[in-house]
């Protein structure tokens, strides 16, 4: 009876032990997630224009007014000249003008009677140099009239200011101290003065009045993504937590987690 009595209080001990190390497993909880809103935006490079001569036009932009990959939609109606052939070039460059050193992008050649629509992908993430443009050369023969447009759909990069609420989390199950991660991604490229903040806030109902809680935030300007954590003591404060993520342009993915034993 006596050993009986000893083996079933080890078996007690053994699953209290293992209860207790459930109780304290290392969680991690999701408290916001934001990522840029896209803008597709369209822009005229060549206005729908008709020739009855031959002509060049050359548009240059600057590479960093865009990001992401964009089309290039070249619209060009049908010539009676057998001889007919149109040109476009895109190209990036070093300077204003494109003269000097290129680099080719893409390229469509437009022939009689081939009433068309092209679309040519930029990706304006992998061009280099400080220009971009669409050469359209002048044609050969053009015996009769014909029009052309060229138009650009891309990326607006996101300039006005934004706050971002993340969902209420219960800090009670946690112990000890707990670290709220942040991690945020590159900013797209054209960006300037880019500025983002996590402030954490506080409230005593999940549904009930947030305030800032006093040194639970970061700020961060860097351009190429990081991280940062910021140490919170569980045991402290009112009991559920929100992030709010405000930034001085809508230009980076951002996520916010607390990691903490419960």
Request: aromatic share 10%; with cysteine.
């Amino acid at each position: 009876m006596r050993k009986f009595i000893l083996v079933f209080a080890g078996l007690c001990f053994a699953f209290a032990g293992h209860a207790a190390l459930d109780a304290t497993l290392l969680k991690s909880e999701l408290m916001l997630r934001g990522a840029p809103a896209s803008t597709r935006t369209e822009l005229a490079i060549i206005a729908p224009v008709a020739y009855t001569t031959n002509a060049a036009t050359t548009v240059v932009k600057a590479i960093g007014e865009y990001y992401g990959k964009g089309e290039l939609v070249i619209a060009a109606s049908g010539n009676a000249d057998p001889a007919y052939t149109n040109i476009f070039t895109v190209v990036s460059g070093t300077n204003a003008t494109l003269t000097g050193t290129t680099t080719t992008l893409a390229t469509y050649t437009h022939a009689a009677n081939d009433t068309s629509v092209k679309a040519l992908e930029i990706d304006f993430d992998a061009v280099t140099g400080t220009h971009w443009g669409v050469l359209q050369v002048g044609e050969t023969g053009n015996d009769s009239n014909y029009a052309f447009s060229v138009t650009l759909y891309h990326d607006a990069i996101g300039t006005a200011a934004i706050s971002v609420t993340g969902d209420a989390v219960d800090k009670m199950p946690y112990q000890g101290t707990a670290a709220i991660v942040v991690e945020y991604g590159a900013v797209k490229k054209g960006a300037d003065g880019f500025s983002g903040t996590v402030q954490i806030q506080s409230a005593t109902t999940s549904g009930g009045s947030y305030t800032n809680v006093t040194g639970l935030s970061t700020t961060f300007t860097n351009t190429a993504g990081g991280s940062a954590v910021i140490p919170y003591d569980t045991t402290s404060g009112k009991r559920y937590l929100k992030a709010v993520y405000t930034t001085t342009n809508d230009v980076t993915d951002i996520s916010v987690w607390i990691n903490g034993y419960k």
